[in-house]
């Protein structure tokens, strides 16, 4: 099978490998400043996952340094791949501009080795495995991932602008997107590859992903008591992945209960359970979902004594319960690869560890998990915060001080409007770091105060500022 080759032309065009380079490291792309011997790893860590691109004249950071290519150099890249085990063949080493371009193909004999061992690329990172992470990652190599297949019903006039603009901007990517370019685009992803559409894709940029993937969908739910025989509140976010994490950490903090403390003139609320842990479980069960299970959704659910976060999918095949934790097998390789991009997943798998250590540092009871065929995150409530709770004697300025800042929000969110009128809710919130929930209210007072109104319908309308 071939590496995630950039669509158009059969050799790579200089405008195509500077989008990769602006895109930055990934689970296809691993930057070099300059060439050495042990690039071996870097080769067989890419034939044991998607394939991809070695660029060596670039640093870590991004900065193009330039590298050379010699005969000798190309000589030795070929015969250390072909020296790894089973041997890889390179179909294309390339200078272009002021750097060097291997192409290294997506291995169908893997696992792949080389003189120093095992490798694998975790997010942007080439790891050394051990012998049990082997077994475990290549048990079924033959198989296709969900996220990899091809959708034949999904094209790239089904792929959203604005929702790959909402990639971009999460990730910190300075490329104009348009309909010119998405294909190269979404190449270099990889989830375009022979002209079609993965699965992957669909998840994350489909315009109307229930057509594609209708059970891909986040169910939240909140009960009054510890059981589900009452629902008082309930959202199902049938929308792209990154869409579900956002609205599904606003429901969850307008359940949550506060406690509000004055620090000098400034207030602080301090959520019953930490958002950071809960945002690490929402991303954990849609990174490792397993979208091919059919009828089932992820689930977030908040009781009364616990907050629980359910996803399809238990442990990944020959994973051992006694090794999680401490061995990072993903399931969906291409997502957690975008979701790194986006800051979202750490580059070394360390969610556990991470949700774990947050509820320490808050003296809060740590997380338990459950694996069936679901994976079951729990997080119990502190029974302290029963009743949200905002000191009574806070005192003038205290009360001032936060009039100020609700009004300085109104302001920012004006501005943003008079820049973009068909700027989305969403859009705003990510862009002033406040929740869905907060704007909406926000734009609501706006609309009451005869400052703004919404010209045309949710979808392709826009909004106008009323001087």
């Given at each position: 099978m071939r590496a995630p080759r950039l669509e158009g032309s059969e050799s790579m065009k200089s405008d195509e490998l500077n989008l990769?380079?602006?895109?930055?490291?990934?689970?296809?792309?691993?930057?070099?400043?300059?060439?050495?011997?042990?690039?071996?790893?870097?080769?067989?860590?890419?034939?044991?996952?998607?394939?991809?691109?070695i660029i060596l004249g670039v640093d870590d950071g991004g900065k193009v340094r330039g590298e050379k290519l010699t005969n000798r150099m190309k000589a030795e890249i070929l015969s250390l791949a072909r020296n790894c085990e089973?041997?890889?063949?390179?179909?294309?080493?390339?200078?272009?501009?002021?750097?060097?371009?291997?192409?290294?193909?997506?291995?169908?004999?893997?696992?792949?080795?080389?003189s120093s061992g095992y490798f694998r690329r975790l997010d942007a990172v080439t790891q050394k495995m051990i012998h049990k992470e082997v077994r475990?990652?290549?048990?079924?190599?033959?198989?296709?991932?969900?996220?990899?297949?091809?959708?034949?019903?999904?094209?790239?006039?089904?792929?959203?602008?604005?929702?790959?603009?909402?990639?971009?901007?999460?990730?910190?990517?300075?490329?104009?997107?348009?309909?010119n370019n998405i294909a190269p685009f979404l190449a270099s992803l990889g989830v375009y590859k022979g002209g079609k559409i993965n699965n992957a894709a669909a998840?994350?940029?489909?315009?109307?992903?229930?057509?594609?993937?209708?059970?891909?969908?986040?169910?939240?739910?909140?009960?009054?008591?510890?059981?589900?025989?009452?629902?008082?509140?309930?959202?199902?976010?049938?929308?792209?992945?990154?869409?579900?994490?956002?609205?599904?950490?606003?429901?969850?903090?307008?359940?949550?209960?506060?406690?509000?403390?004055?620090?000098?003139?400034?207030?602080?609320?301090?959520?019953?359970?930490?958002?950071?842990a809960l945002r690490e479980a929402v991303v954990n069960a849609i990174v490792h979902r397993d979208y091919s299970f059919q009828g089932?959704?992820?689930?977030?659910?908040v009781y009364d004594d616990r907050v629980e976060i359910v996803n399809p999918g238990?442990?990944?095949?020959?994973?051992?319960?006694?090794?999680?934790?401490?061995?990072?097998?993903?399931?969906?390789l291409i997502i957690a690869d975008i979701f790194h991009r986006m800051g979202k997943v750490e580059r070394i798998g360390s969610g556990i560890s991470r949700m774990q250590n947050i509820m320490k540092a808050t003296k809060l009871e740590p997380p338990k998990f459950e694996m069936t065929n679901f994976f079951r995150a729990i997080f119990?409530?502190?029974?302290?915060?029963?009743?949200?709770?905002?000191?009574?004697?806070?005192?003038?300025?205290?009360?001032?001080?936060?009039?100020?800042?609700?009004?300085?929000?109104?302001?920012?969110i004006i501005g943003l409007i008079a820049g973009n009128p068909r700027i989305t809710t969403r859009e705003i919130a990510n862009s002033l770091n406040l929740s869905i929930a907060g704007v909406e209210k926000a734009m609501r007072i706006l609309r009451q105060q005869g400052q703004l109104k919404r010209v045309g319908p949710d979808k392709g309308g826009h909004w106008e500022i009323i001087e």
């Open positions: 990769l380079v602006a895109e930055g490291e990934g689970l296809t792309v691993e930057f070099k400043e300059k060439y050495t011997p042990k690039i071996d790893r870097d080769i067989v860590a890419l034939a044991n996952g998607r394939g991809g691109f089973p041997p890889i063949t390179i179909p294309k080493v390339s200078q272009i501009g002021k750097m060097v371009v291997i192409e290294v193909p997506e291995g169908d004999e893997r696992p792949y080795g080389c475990s990652m290549f048990r079924a190599t033959a198989d296709k991932l969900f996220e990899d297949l091809p959708r034949k019903d999904c094209g790239l006039a089904d792929i959203s602008i604005n929702k790959i603009k909402a990639f971009l901007t999460e990730s910190g990517t300075a490329f104009k997107i348009t309909r998840l994350m940029f489909a315009r109307n992903i229930g057509k594609f993937i209708p059970h891909a969908e986040l169910i939240c739910c909140a009960f009054k008591g510890a059981n589900k025989n009452f629902i008082y509140d309930r959202k199902d976010i049938r929308s792209d992945l990154l869409t579900q994490l956002n609205e599904a950490m606003a429901f969850i903090q307008r359940q949550l209960n506060i406690r509000s403390e004055i620090h000098g003139l400034d207030r602080h609320d301090i959520y019953e359970l930490p958002p950071d089932t959704s992820i689930n977030v659910d238990g442990l990944p095949e020959g994973l051992d319960r006694r090794d999680f934790g401490k061995i990072s097998v993903r399931r969906n119990y409530r502190n029974p302290e915060y029963s009743l949200k709770h905002i000191p009574a004697k806070v005192g003038k300025n205290a009360e001032k001080s936060k009039e100020k800042s609700k009004e300085k929000s109104k302001e920012k």
